[in-house]
C-alpha cells in the first residue's frame, strides 16, 4: 500500500514541506558551516558516509514500503504518519536547537577549534549527542510516516552504521582535545 503522504492531500501537504525544509536546511548547513583556518579537521571520511548513510535509507524505506506492501501498517497508517510526522518535527527542531546551541563550534566535520570548549547548555545539558539523536528522530519520524514496518527499521540499519562511526572518532577526538572536562 502506497503511503498516506502518496495518497491523500493533507498528509501531503504536510509532509513534503516538512521534509524539505529538513532538506535545505541541512544543505544550507552543509555549504556555510567549513572548518576555518583555525580548525584541525579530523573528520576521517565520516561526514562523507553520514550523508550517504541517510539518503540511502531513504531510498531503501521507499523502495521496502513499495517491495513488501505486507510490512504496511493498514488501518494503523494514519496514526503511525502522524506520530511520525511529529517525530519529524520534533527531530528536525532538536537538531536545529543543538546546532544553534553549539554556535561558532558546529562544523559538519569532525573538527578541533584553537578556542574549542565543551558547550554544556541547550540540549547539550541532558544529551551527549543532540544533534544526532534529532536526526534518529527525523528518521524514525519518516519511517513510520512511510507507514511501513520494513521501511521503518531499514531506515535506521545504515545511519546507525555511519553514526556509530562518526560518534567514536568524535569521542576519541574531543576526549584527546578536551580531557577530563569532556569526558
Request: net charge positive.
Given at each position: 500500500m502506497l503511503p498516506l503522504f502518496l495518497r491523500e492531500a493533507l498528509p501531503a501537504a504536510v509532509f513534503w514541506p516538512l521534509c524539505t525544509a529538513w532538506a535545505l536546511t541541512e544543505w544550507r548547513g552543509y555549504q556555510t558551516m567549513r572548518p576555518g583556518p583555525q580548525t584541525e579537521e579530523r573528520d576521517g571520511e565520516s561526514l562523507r558516509f553520514i550523508i550517504w548513510g541517510v539518503w540511502l535509507s531513504i531510498a531503501l524505506g521507499?523502495?521496502?514500503?513499495?517491495?513488501?506492501?505486507?510490512?504496511?501498517?493498514?488501518?494503523?497508517?494514519?496514526?503511525?504518519?502522524?506520530?511520525?510526522?511529529?517525530?519529524?518535527?520534533?527531530?528536525?527542531a532538536l537538531r536545529r536547537y543543538a546546532?544553534?546551541?553549539?554556535?561558532?563550534?558546529?562544523?559538519?566535520?569532525?573538527?578541533?577549534?584553537?578556542?574549542?570548549?565543551?558547550?554544556?547548555?541547550?540540549?547539550?545539558?541532558?544529551?551527549?549527542?543532540?544533534?544526532?539523536?534529532?536526526?534518529?528522530?527525523?528518521?524514525?519520524?519518516?519511517?513510520l510516516a512511510f507507514g511501513n514496518w520494513a521501511a521503518?527499521?531499514?531506515?535506521?540499519?545504515?545511519?546507525?552504521?555511519a553514526y556509530a562511526n562518526r560518534v567514536t572518532i568524535e569521542e576519541r577526538t574531543l576526549v584527546a582535545a578536551l580531557g577530563q572536562e569532556y569526558r
Open positions: 521507499s523502495f521496502l514500503t513499495l517491495a513488501l506492501p505486507q510490512a504496511g501498517l493498514g488501518s494503523h497508517a494514519a496514526v503511525a504518519f502522524w506520530t511520525g510526522i511529529g517525530l519529524l518535527a520534533g527531530g528536525v546546532v544553534h546551541s553549539l554556535g561558532q563550534f558546529f562544523i559538519h566535520e569532525v573538527v578541533i577549534h584553537a578556542e574549542h570548549r565543551v558547550v554544556d547548555r541547550g540540549p547539550y545539558r541532558w544529551i551527549r549527542h543532540p544533534a544526532y539523536s534529532g536526526t534518529f528522530l527525523a528518521l524514525i519520524g519518516v519511517g521503518l527499521v531499514g531506515m535506521i540499519i545504515l545511519p546507525t552504521l
